[in-house]
């Protein structure tokens, strides 16, 4: 089976920095996707990492150790639209993605 | 182009009714996922159809059915429906080009009386 395990909440700081961890188990492992969800929104796609490594889009960069199955999605200069809950999803190939619970991020001003 | 359409976007149905949601993908994306979403349970899987069949199933009862039809749009549908059926409802459709990333709709939500 797979499973993954990250945080339920987070509160952080406008401006600062922010990283959410996620670690996994899985049978098989293509890659590490990150979606974002505003409440009352629809999940979107924030990043997929395939390779060890951090990869970076603007504020937001996501890195990945495929020998720990362990990830994380950093958020940089956090904005109070920020706020919203973070999922990480693994990619495990001919099988649908497969999510974590999601962890919530409050941005305080 | 046009996003994934989802309809109905908010619904209120009975115990032991049944109901039918509908999921337009983006054109030309012939892979569209089901997933329910319930707080604190994130998302979980029900299925996925590519061109027209069913390629997986998640674990839920077979009170949960769905198909896809020939332009890709997809319905699902529950029977005998149970209070904890009560969720957001989510479509993806994704391209097999791209590895990873699920375009959603803005979900349907059921809520069971």
């Known amino acids: 089976g797979q499973s993954l395990e990250q945080p339920s909440e987070v509160t952080a700081v406008e401006g600062a920095i922010v990283q959410i961890n996620c670690t996994y188990q899985?049978?098989?492992?293509?890659?590490l996707s990150w979606y974002q969800q505003h409440d009352g929104g629809a999940p979107t796609f924030l990043s997929y990492?395939?390779?060890?490594g951090l990869e970076e889009t603007g504020r937001f960069s996501s890195f990945l150790s495929r020998s720990d199955s362990y990830g994380y999605l950093l958020l940089q200069e956090l904005q109070m639209k920020d706020s919203a809950s973070y999922f990480c999803?693994?990619?495990?190939?001919?099988?649908?993605?497969?999510f974590g619970k999601g962890t919530r991020l409050s941005v305080i001003a | 182009k046009a996003g994934v359409t989802q309809t109905p976007r908010y619904l209120i149905k009975t115990r032991g009714q049944q109901v039918t949601l509908s999921c337009s993908p983006i054109?030309?994306?012939?892979?569209v996922s089901w997933y329910q979403q319930t707080p604190g349970q994130g998302l979980q899987f029900l299925f996925e159809?590519?061109?027209?069949?069913?390629?997986n199933k998640g674990n839920f009862p077979g009170r949960f059915s769905g198909r896809q039809f020939s332009n890709s749009r997809s319905e699902m549908n529950v029977s005998t429906l149970e209070l904890g059926d009560s969720a957001l409802y989510l479509c993806?459709?994704?391209?097999?080009?791209?590895?990873?990333?699920?375009?959603f709709g803005e979900g349907s939500r059921l809520t069971v009386l």
């Open positions: 993806a459709s994704s391209s097999e080009q791209v590895a990873g990333e699920l375009f």
């Open positions: 899985t049978s098989g492992f293509y890659g």
């Open positions: 990492n395939a390779l060890d």
């Open positions: 999803a693994v990619d495990s190939g001919n099988t649908p993605l497969v």
């Open positions: 054109s030309g994306h012939r892979s």
């Open positions: 159809y590519f061109s027209e069949t069913q390629r």
